[in-house]
C-alpha cells in the first residue's frame, strides 16, 4: 500500500513552489504518525516529516499554530529556502530553544490534526485523511499516553470533531486510511 502511494506522490507535480506537500491528517489516535513514517519511508530517503503537534503552544493552540507553521515552514520551503521551527517542550511548557530545520526537499510530509485544512489544499500534492473508529483511538491514546492525559484528550476530541465538520476534511482528502486492526 504505501509503494503504491509513493508512487502516486512521485507522479503529482509540486504545489509548494518545488515541494509535494503530503498532509497526514486525522484524529488523535488514527494512526497518523505511524502511517506518515511509514508512507516516508516507501517515498525515500531524507523525506522530512512535521509533526503539528511540535509547535502547538500548548493544548489551547489545537487549531490556532497555523500562522507559526506558515512563517517558520510553509513559506520558506515555498520560496525553496530551508524552514525551522523550535519544538514545543510539553512538560515544561513552552517551546524549546534549538531550531530543527526543514531542507527543502522533492517530497515534505506534514502530519497532524488540522494538517490537510482547506487553507493549504491548493498546495498540497496529496492529502490523507487517517480513521479508526473512537473506541480504537480511545485505547491507542491511552496506551500511547499512559493514560495520564485522558482529561485533556476529551476536549481534544471534541475540538477536532468541530474542525473537522466545518472543514470537511475527509470530504476533499484524495485518501481515506481506515486503521482499524483487522482479525
Excluded at 123 to 130: G, R
Amino acid at each position: 500500500m504505501y509503494g503504491e502511494i509513493a508512487g502516486e506522490v512521485w507522479r503529482r507535480a509540486a504545489r509548494l513552489g518545488g515541494t509535494r506537500l503530503v498532509a497526514v491528517d486525522g484524529p488523535s489516535g488514527a494512526g497518523k504518525t505511524r502511517f506518515a513514517g511509514r508512507l516516508a519511508t516507501a517515498l525515500g530517503p531524507a523525506v522530512p516529516v512535521v509533526h503539528t503537534d511540535d509547535l502547538l503552544d500548548g493544548w489551547g493552540d489545537q487549531v490556532t499554530f497555523w500562522p507559526r507553521l506558515e512563517e517558520w515552514v510553509l513559506a520558506p520551503l515555498r520560496a525553496g529556502r530551508p524552514g525551522r521551527y523550535r519544538t514545543y517542550d510539553w512538560e515544561a511548557g513552552c517551546f524549546g530553544p534549538e531550531w530543527t530545520v526543514v531542507e527543502p526537499a522533492p517530497v515534505v510530509i506534514l502530519e497532524g490534526v488540522t494538517s490537510a485544512r482547506a487553507r493549504i489544499r491548493p498546495e498540497l500534492t496529496l492529502s490523507v485523511f487517517v480513521t479508526a473508529p473512537l473506541a480504537t483511538r480511545v485505547r491507542r491514546a491511552q496506551e500511547r499516553d499512559g493514560g495520564t492525559l485522558s482529561a485533556y484528550l476529551e476536549e481534544w476530541r471534541r475540538g477536532e470533531d468541530a474542525h473537522f465538520a466545518a472543514d470537511a476534511t475527509a470530504h476533499h482528502a484524495d485518501l481515506v486510511v481506515d486503521t482499524t486492526p483487522h482479525p
